[in-house]
């Protein structure tokens, strides 16, 4: 297979800043919901990119469950990604969105949502869901897969006759961008890209960025 030569022409749209939202957040609602209505595969899919104790890049895919005034996630606070967002709160996170030729590059401090948030999502989660959220202990060496079985088998037991609540251990991020980057694939990759860059609490400013 020659990798070299896969290329895909971009021609589908355009992305002109005069016709953007004065707010990144309500900009990438309306792109989002345009990639729903596309039936985009997956539209809240993300990578998230954070950085380890030893400074190391590290990325993962996960999904947006909520917009506010940050873009929120869920997670095992345990977990490989909790334990970085804990100790260095910034991150970046990206959406591609292939079947519109669109990327948006999202970046900014981390925080936690409140917890009656976490519960709220905890509890319109799918059982099994729930299930596993207790059962799994995200990002540490297990000898086999009977081990993740067993722990299962145990959870299900202990909820077997009351209502499954959110462990302490799993809740919610919230990334509160300080930096967003609309990307539109275009002809020649002379692409179209616009950055918005908070300037104060409430101010963005906008420039187009070479592609």
Do not use: C
Request: proline fraction near 6%; avoid cysteine; charged fraction near 25%.
């Amino acid at each position: 297979m020659d990798i070299a030569a896969l290329r895909t022409e971009y021609s589908l749209k355009s992305l002109n800043v005069k016709m953007l939202d004065k707010s990144p957040i309500k900009q990438f609602e309306s792109w989002l919901d345009e990639a729903i209505k596309t039936n985009v595969n997956e539209p809240n899919a993300m990578n998230l990119a954070t950085v380890s104790k030893d400074h190391r890049p590290s990325s993962r895919i996960v999904l947006l469950k909520g917009i506010d005034h940050g873009f929120v996630f869920y997670t095992n606070y345990d977990s490989k990604k909790g334990q970085e967002l804990n100790h260095f709160p910034f991150a970046a996170i990206t959406f591609f969105w292939p079947e519109l030729q669109r990327q948006v590059r999202i970046e900014g401090k981390i925080e936690k949502v409140a917890p009656s948030l976490s519960d709220q999502y905890f509890l319109s989660r799918p059982k099994g869901s729930q299930i596993g959220a207790w059962a799994s202990p995200q990002s540490q060496i297990i000898p086999d897969r009977t081990f993740l079985e067993k722990r299962e088998a145990e959870i299900i037991e202990k909820f077997k006759l009351e209502e499954i609540q959110r462990p302490a251990h799993w809740g919610g991020f919230r990334l509160v961008p300080d930096l967003v980057e609309f990307w539109q694939g275009r002809t020649s990759r002379l692409h179209d890209r616009i950055q918005y860059r908070l300037k104060d609490k409430n101010t963005w400013t906008t420039n187009r960025l070479a592609p």
